[in-house]
């Protein structure tokens, strides 16, 4: 069993998932290599080995559970204050602002596209991410008292990840506007 990390190797382990996020995002899991995340986080082999033993599986792994929480926390903290129909409208100008700052490099690409392949761990961890974010967004439509809202939740979610998946494919932001816009629609409608 490895020993808990100090706050300094902990904070290290931190810089080396977040450059290799960065990496993956840009240049796709096959081309980043231990090579190009080790001058990119200025630490040497014994460093990434040490942090993750299993090698590039490892940190690829630990990229997959940076990207996951992400995707979450780029939400936030309007995803947890959803409810009234304003909540919902900053919510949606977070999630816009945030894929027109990430344009095509966004950590749902990388944990669909990406990263998925790379270990068997990856679609569990992405499944749960995914049954979490819907969890979030039905607590929202729960408390703005729509009289479907699980079914609401799923097609807010829909929008987001369809939208994104054609931002993704095309580089326009307009599908995701258009496409969160219209299902939140209800949700907004009464103010």
């Known amino acids: 069993m490895s020993r808990p990390l100090t706050a300094k190797g902990a904070a290290t382990r931190e810089r080396i998932v977040s450059a290799a996020a960065t990496l ?9 290599g231990l090579d190009d995340i080790r001058a990119s986080t200025a630490t040497s082999k014994s460093q990434l080995f040490h ?11 630990a990229v997959a559970v940076h990207e996951a929480a992400l995707v979450i926390a780029d939400q936030q903290p ?27 490099q966004c950590p749902l690409r990388s944990l669909t596209s990406q990263l998925a392949d790379s270990d068997p ?3 569990p961890l992405v499944a749960s991410m ?12 729960t408390r703005a008292g ?7 939740a799923t097609s807010v979610l829909a929008a987001v990840q369809g939208g994104a998946g054609l931002l993704i494919a095309t580089g326009e ?7 969160v816009d219209l299902a939140i629609a209800p949700l907004v409608a009464a103010a």
């Open 121 to 123: 761990r990856v679609g």
């Open 51 to 61: 942090y993750f033993p299993g090698g590039r599986a490892d940190l690829l792994y």
């Open 24 to 32: 993956v995002r840009a240049q796709g899991a096959q081309n980043t």
């Open 130 to 141: 995914v049954s979490d974010w819907h969890a979030l967004l039905l607590a929202g439509t």
């Open 173 to 179: 932001l307009g599908y995701l506007e258009t496409a």
């Open 78 to 104: 309007e995803l947890d204050r959803l409810g009234p129909p304003p909540s919902w409208r900053a919510w949606r100008e977070t999630v816009v602002r945030k894929y027109r700052e990430q344009g095509r």
């Open 146 to 152: 729509a009289t479907a809202p699980d079914a609401l």
